[in-house]
């Protein structure tokens, strides 16, 4: 964690993640997660979150080295 010393700190934390861990030749796998079903309230997962990850994404592509 230390090396890879991720940046962000939004929704975009795993893909820094997984892109530095890869610069990194660390394995990287998949496990699967099941999620239940929500119970109460609502998604706070939006058109603006989904926007304002794709312009961080394309923020950190360009920044990425």
């Known amino acids: 964690y230390e090396k890879i010393n991720p ?7 795993n893909v820094e993640m997984l892109h530095k861990a ?8 998949s496990v699967p997660v099941k ?5 109460a309230g609502a998604s706070h997962v939006g058109i603006k979150v989904v926007w304002d990850m ?3 994404l394309i ?4 920044n990425a080295k």
Not at 35 to 39: C, I, V
Not at 59 to 62: G, H, I, N
């Open 35 to 39: 999620h239940g079903d929500r119970l």
């Open 54 to 56: 794709f312009v961080g």
């Open 7 to 13: 940046k962000l700190k939004n929704w975009n934390f």
């Open 59 to 62: 923020k950190y592509r360009l």
């Open 22 to 29: 890869s610069r990194f030749g660390c394995r990287i796998s």
